[in-house]
Protein backbone atom coordinates (compact mmCIF):
# COMPACT_ATOMS: atom_id res chain seq x y z
CA UNK A 1 0.00 0.00 0.00
CA UNK A 2 1.21 3.62 -0.75
CA UNK A 3 0.10 5.98 1.47
CA UNK A 4 -0.22 9.83 0.23
CA UNK A 5 0.44 13.31 1.10
CA UNK A 6 -2.32 15.16 3.33
CA UNK A 7 -2.91 18.61 4.29
CA UNK A 8 -2.39 19.02 8.46
CA UNK A 9 -4.20 21.34 10.26
CA UNK A 10 -3.27 23.25 12.70
CA UNK A 11 -3.28 24.57 16.27
CA UNK A 12 -1.43 27.01 18.21
CA UNK A 13 0.65 24.59 19.82
CA UNK A 14 1.03 22.52 16.64
CA UNK A 15 2.31 26.35 15.10
CA UNK A 16 4.69 26.64 17.88
CA UNK A 17 6.16 23.12 17.73
CA UNK A 18 6.53 23.39 13.92
CA UNK A 19 8.82 26.27 14.24
CA UNK A 20 10.57 24.67 16.52
CA UNK A 21 11.50 22.07 14.22
CA UNK A 22 11.84 23.93 11.35
CA UNK A 23 14.65 25.56 12.92
CA UNK A 24 16.22 22.63 14.22
CA UNK A 25 16.36 20.44 11.36
CA UNK A 26 19.24 20.89 9.95
CA UNK A 27 21.20 20.54 12.64
CA UNK A 28 19.08 17.69 14.22
CA UNK A 29 21.25 14.90 14.40
CA UNK A 30 24.37 16.83 15.19
CA UNK A 31 22.61 18.21 18.25
CA UNK A 32 20.88 15.19 19.52
CA UNK A 33 24.47 13.31 20.04
CA UNK A 34 25.51 16.46 21.21
CA UNK A 35 23.58 17.16 23.95
CA UNK A 36 22.71 13.40 25.07
CA UNK A 37 25.90 12.75 24.38
CA UNK A 38 25.51 10.06 22.39
CA UNK A 39 23.30 8.23 24.96
CA UNK A 40 20.00 8.43 22.70
CA UNK A 41 21.89 6.16 20.35
CA UNK A 42 21.54 3.43 23.51
CA UNK A 43 18.22 4.44 24.27
CA UNK A 44 16.71 3.65 20.06
CA UNK A 45 19.20 0.52 20.16
CA UNK A 46 17.30 -0.79 23.42
CA UNK A 47 13.56 0.44 22.11
CA UNK A 48 14.72 -1.84 18.64
CA UNK A 49 15.00 -4.48 21.02
CA UNK A 50 11.81 -4.39 22.81
CA UNK A 51 10.16 -4.14 19.33
CA UNK A 52 9.36 -7.44 18.90
CA UNK A 53 9.98 -6.23 14.53
CA UNK A 54 10.43 -9.23 12.46
CA UNK A 55 11.12 -9.65 8.89
CA UNK A 56 7.97 -8.95 6.55
CA UNK A 57 6.55 -6.75 9.11
CA UNK A 58 4.83 -3.73 9.32
CA UNK A 59 6.12 -0.54 11.33
CA UNK A 60 4.95 2.94 11.63
CA UNK A 61 7.31 5.18 13.19
CA UNK A 62 5.47 8.13 13.94
CA UNK A 63 7.66 11.53 14.75
CA UNK A 64 9.94 9.48 13.02
CA UNK A 65 12.29 13.03 11.80
CA UNK A 66 15.72 12.03 10.93
CA UNK A 67 14.42 8.59 10.94
CA UNK A 68 17.29 6.42 13.25
CA UNK A 69 14.00 4.03 14.13
CA UNK A 70 12.89 4.28 10.62
CA UNK A 71 16.74 2.68 9.23
CA UNK A 72 16.62 -0.15 11.66
CA UNK A 73 12.91 -0.86 11.54
CA UNK A 74 14.08 -1.03 7.44
CA UNK A 75 17.15 -3.54 8.30
CA UNK A 76 15.10 -5.75 10.17
CA UNK A 77 11.72 -6.27 8.11
CA UNK A 78 13.48 -6.56 4.80
CA UNK A 79 12.15 -6.75 1.38
CA UNK A 80 9.34 -7.92 1.82
CA UNK A 81 8.06 -5.70 5.12
CA UNK A 82 7.08 -2.36 5.10
CA UNK A 83 8.45 0.88 7.31
CA UNK A 84 6.32 4.03 6.96
CA UNK A 85 8.10 7.20 8.60
CA UNK A 86 5.47 9.64 9.40
CA UNK A 87 6.03 13.07 10.73
CA UNK A 88 3.69 16.28 10.72
CA UNK A 89 6.82 18.74 10.32
CA UNK A 90 7.94 18.69 6.06
CA UNK A 91 11.27 20.07 7.07
CA UNK A 92 12.50 17.04 9.47
CA UNK A 93 11.02 15.11 6.82
CA UNK A 94 13.28 16.24 4.48
CA UNK A 95 16.11 16.13 5.68
CA UNK A 96 15.07 12.40 6.87
CA UNK A 97 14.21 11.50 3.47
CA UNK A 98 17.37 13.11 1.82
CA UNK A 99 19.12 11.18 4.74
CA UNK A 100 18.33 7.44 4.28
CA UNK A 101 18.32 8.04 0.50
CA UNK A 102 21.95 8.85 0.95
CA UNK A 103 22.36 6.09 3.23
CA UNK A 104 21.03 3.51 0.67
CA UNK A 105 17.92 3.08 1.91
CA UNK A 106 14.72 2.48 -0.63
CA UNK A 107 12.08 0.57 -1.71
CA UNK A 108 10.50 -0.79 2.10
CA UNK A 109 10.40 2.30 3.24
CA UNK A 110 7.44 5.05 2.62
CA UNK A 111 7.49 8.98 3.93
CA UNK A 112 4.35 10.50 5.04
CA UNK A 113 3.45 14.18 6.27
CA UNK A 114 1.09 13.09 9.26
CA UNK A 115 -0.18 14.38 12.36
CA UNK A 116 0.23 11.74 15.15
CA UNK A 117 -3.49 12.47 15.95
CA UNK A 118 -5.12 11.94 12.82
CA UNK A 119 -2.97 9.18 11.37
CA UNK A 120 -4.17 8.46 7.56
CA UNK A 121 -3.73 4.86 7.36
CA UNK A 122 -6.13 1.84 7.71
CA UNK A 123 -7.46 0.56 10.84
CA UNK A 124 -5.35 -3.36 12.11
CA UNK A 125 -2.65 -2.10 9.44
CA UNK A 126 0.83 -2.39 11.37
CA UNK A 127 2.71 -5.10 13.25
CA UNK A 128 4.39 -2.41 15.50
CA UNK A 129 3.69 1.67 15.73
CA UNK A 130 6.58 3.33 17.78
CA UNK A 131 7.33 6.99 18.42
CA UNK A 132 10.59 8.64 19.61
CA UNK A 133 10.57 11.59 21.47
CA UNK A 134 7.59 13.02 20.02
CA UNK A 135 5.01 12.18 22.37
CA UNK A 136 5.49 15.48 24.37
CA UNK A 137 5.17 17.68 21.07
CA UNK A 138 1.71 16.28 20.25
CA UNK A 139 -1.20 18.82 21.40
CA UNK A 140 -3.81 15.60 21.83
CA UNK A 141 -1.85 12.62 23.62
CA UNK A 142 -5.14 10.71 24.34
CA UNK A 143 -6.41 11.03 20.75
CA UNK A 144 -3.48 10.37 19.17
CA UNK A 145 -2.55 7.35 21.23
CA UNK A 146 -6.11 6.48 20.51
CA UNK A 147 -5.39 6.75 16.84
CA UNK A 148 -1.85 4.86 17.14
CA UNK A 149 -4.61 1.73 18.83
CA UNK A 150 -6.30 2.07 15.83
CA UNK A 151 -3.71 1.60 13.27
CA UNK A 152 -2.37 -1.35 15.09
CA UNK A 153 -3.09 -4.93 14.38
CA UNK A 154 -4.85 -6.78 17.29
CA UNK A 155 -1.54 -8.52 19.08
CA UNK A 156 0.34 -5.38 17.52
CA UNK A 157 2.89 -3.25 20.14
CA UNK A 158 3.50 0.24 20.57
CA UNK A 159 6.01 2.08 21.49
CA UNK A 160 6.87 5.15 23.25
CA UNK A 161 10.01 6.11 23.80
CA UNK A 162 10.01 9.38 25.88
CA UNK A 163 11.94 12.05 28.24
CA UNK A 164 10.41 10.82 31.46
CA UNK A 165 10.86 11.91 35.17
CA UNK A 166 13.98 10.56 37.07
CA UNK A 167 13.71 8.22 39.65
CA UNK A 168 16.24 9.95 42.16
CA UNK A 169 16.00 13.36 43.80
CA UNK A 170 19.79 14.74 42.89
CA UNK A 171 19.65 13.06 39.90
CA UNK A 172 16.43 15.40 38.69
CA UNK A 173 17.90 18.49 40.36
CA UNK A 174 21.35 17.99 38.12
CA UNK A 175 19.21 16.91 35.00
CA UNK A 176 17.06 20.10 35.78
CA UNK A 177 20.29 21.94 35.88
CA UNK A 178 21.76 20.87 32.50
CA UNK A 179 18.59 21.06 30.77
CA UNK A 180 18.01 24.90 31.75
CA UNK A 181 20.97 26.21 31.47
CA UNK A 182 23.32 23.70 29.01
CA UNK A 183 20.72 23.21 26.69
CA UNK A 184 19.69 26.35 25.63
CA UNK A 185 23.64 27.34 25.74
CA UNK A 186 24.50 24.51 23.23
CA UNK A 187 21.52 25.69 21.44
CA UNK A 188 22.14 29.23 20.80
CA UNK A 189 26.43 28.73 20.41
CA UNK A 190 25.93 25.48 17.92
CA UNK A 191 22.79 25.47 16.46
CA UNK A 192 22.48 29.34 16.62
CA UNK A 193 19.22 28.97 18.85
CA UNK A 194 18.51 28.74 22.39
CA UNK A 195 14.44 29.28 22.10
CA UNK A 196 13.73 25.90 20.76
CA UNK A 197 16.29 24.54 23.63
CA UNK A 198 14.07 26.14 25.91
CA UNK A 199 11.40 24.72 24.30
CA UNK A 200 12.85 21.49 24.40
CA UNK A 201 13.46 21.35 28.42
CA UNK A 202 10.44 22.89 29.12
CA UNK A 203 8.59 20.62 27.00
CA UNK A 204 10.68 17.70 29.03
CA UNK A 205 9.23 19.24 32.21
CA UNK A 206 5.25 19.05 31.13
CA UNK A 207 5.15 15.89 29.75
CA UNK A 208 3.28 13.23 31.89
CA UNK A 209 5.81 10.95 34.14
CA UNK A 210 6.03 6.88 34.18
CA UNK A 211 3.19 5.57 35.69
CA UNK A 212 0.86 8.80 34.41
CA UNK A 213 1.39 7.41 30.80
CA UNK A 214 1.39 4.22 31.88
CA UNK A 215 -2.42 4.84 32.47
CA UNK A 216 -2.83 7.04 29.23
CA UNK A 217 -1.97 4.08 27.45
CA UNK A 218 -4.75 1.87 29.14
CA UNK A 219 -7.01 4.12 28.68
CA UNK A 220 -6.55 4.02 24.98
CA UNK A 221 -7.49 0.74 24.81
CA UNK A 222 -3.96 -0.54 25.15
CA UNK A 223 -3.19 -3.74 27.36
CA UNK A 224 -0.20 -4.99 28.63
CA UNK A 225 1.21 -1.35 29.26
CA UNK A 226 4.32 -1.28 30.93
CA UNK A 227 7.88 0.84 31.22
CA UNK A 228 11.49 0.43 31.42
CA UNK A 229 13.14 3.48 32.67
CA UNK A 230 16.61 4.29 31.18
CA UNK A 231 19.63 6.42 32.48
CA UNK A 232 17.76 6.55 35.82
CA UNK A 233 14.43 7.78 34.79
CA UNK A 234 15.77 10.35 32.25
CA UNK A 235 14.29 8.50 29.45
CA UNK A 236 11.64 5.74 29.44
CA UNK A 237 10.32 3.31 27.23
CA UNK A 238 6.39 2.81 27.41
CA UNK A 239 4.68 -0.73 25.98
CA UNK A 240 1.28 -1.68 25.06
CA UNK A 241 -0.37 -4.02 23.01
CA UNK A 242 -3.81 -4.04 21.05
CA UNK A 243 -5.90 -6.48 22.58
N1 LIG B 1 11.91 10.16 16.28
C1 LIG B 1 13.05 11.00 15.93
C2 LIG B 1 14.20 10.72 16.86
O1 LIG B 1 13.98 10.05 17.87
O2 LIG B 1 15.31 11.18 16.60
C3 LIG B 1 12.68 12.48 15.92
C4 LIG B 1 12.25 13.06 17.23
S1 LIG B 1 12.07 14.81 17.19
C5 LIG B 1 12.61 15.28 18.80
C6 LIG B 1 10.33 15.05 17.31
C7 LIG B 1 9.59 14.97 16.00
O3 LIG B 1 8.18 14.99 16.27
C8 LIG B 1 9.84 16.13 15.05
O4 LIG B 1 10.33 15.64 13.83
C9 LIG B 1 8.47 16.78 14.90
O5 LIG B 1 8.23 17.34 13.63
C10 LIG B 1 7.55 15.62 15.18
N2 LIG B 1 6.17 15.97 15.60
C11 LIG B 1 5.81 16.95 16.45
N3 LIG B 1 4.47 16.96 16.63
C12 LIG B 1 3.97 15.96 15.86
C13 LIG B 1 2.67 15.47 15.61
N4 LIG B 1 1.58 16.03 16.19
N5 LIG B 1 2.51 14.43 14.77
C14 LIG B 1 3.58 13.87 14.16
N6 LIG B 1 4.87 14.29 14.37
C15 LIG B 1 5.05 15.32 15.20
Keep these: THFGYKTVSTTEKEKHVADVFHSVAAKYDMMNDLMSMGIHRLWKRFAIEMSGVRKGHTVLDI????????????????SDGQVVLADINDSMLKVG???????GYGSNIEYVQA?????????????????????RNVTD???ALGSMCRVLKPGGRLLVLEFSKPSNDLLAKAYDVYSFTALPLMGRLVAGDS????????????HPDQETLKGMLENAGFVRAKYH????????LHSGVKP
Design 63 to 78: AGGTGDLTMKFADIVG
Design 97 to 103: RDRLLDK
Design 115 to 135: NAEELPFPDNYFDCVSIAFGL
Design 141 to 143: KDK
Design 195 to 206: GSYEYLAESIRM
Design 229 to 236: NMTGGIVA
